[in-house]
């Protein structure tokens, strides 16, 4: 915590894992790549930097799906970065959309995404958690289908996202409950 800097590997080491993954995933024909969960830009930094090289190895683009985890109500990432500076980090990579996912409930999310939409100039997904995480609700997360389901049929009314979605928690319910609820609006 006191060195922002440090980091137990080197960024060559994860750039070298994630060119090796981002190699397996173009062999078996993925469409797109999606870069999830950045709680550390600086990693991601390295896996887009991987991902240049692996089109550029090839000579073709794939598109690039980009999506930052804000673990608390202070709207930074576990690294410290803002939405603003983990977006300014990243746009170089011009991305097909970039989103927020996990740590956070659906309506906690908002304020972040619609940072996201404001910035960005780009497509905008948001795939929250079904709550917070709560070890006495029987299910271990806070919100229902139901209360997922809302909150993104607002986003999607309010023109924030055009790809939304459930992370951890989520079960086919919600993502049922976010298919009807936010359909057409």
């Known amino acids: 915590m006191e060195d922002p800097g440090y980091r137990a590997v080197s960024f060559d080491e994860v750039h070298a894992a994630y060119l ?11 469409d797109l790549l999606l870069l999830e969960t950045i709680f550390d830009t600086l990693n991601a930094k390295a ?3 991987a ?18 985890t804000i673990t608390d109500k202070s709207g930074r990432t576990l690294s410290g970065q ?9 746009a170089h990579a011009l991305p097909l959309s970039v989103g927020v996912n996990c740590a956070l409930g659906a309506d906690a999310m908002r304020p972040h995404v619609q940072r996201l939409a404001e910035i960005s100039g780009t ?10 995480p709560n ?12 209360d997922t389901g809302d909150a993104l049929r ?3 009314g309010d023109g924030l996202v055009n790809l939304v979605g459930g992370c951890c928690g ?9 298919v009807r609820l936010s359909a057409g609006a």
């Open 82 to 90: 803002t939405v603003d500076a983990f977006w300014y980090s990243v």
């Open 170 to 178: 989520t079960t086919p319910e919600h993502i049922a409950a976010i």
């Open 154 to 156: 607002g986003y999607a």
């Open 20 to 30: 090796e993954q981002i190699e397996a995933l173009l062999d078996a024909g993925a």
């Open 123 to 132: 497509y905008i997904s948001c795939y929250p958690n079904a709550g917070l």
């Open 135 to 146: 070890p006495l609700s029987d299910t271990g997360y806070d919100e229902g289908p139901e």
């Open 47 to 49: 896996a887009l930097l």
């Open 51 to 68: 991902m240049e090289d692996a089109f550029a190895e090839r000579g073709q683009r794939w598109p690039v799906m980009i999506s930052v």
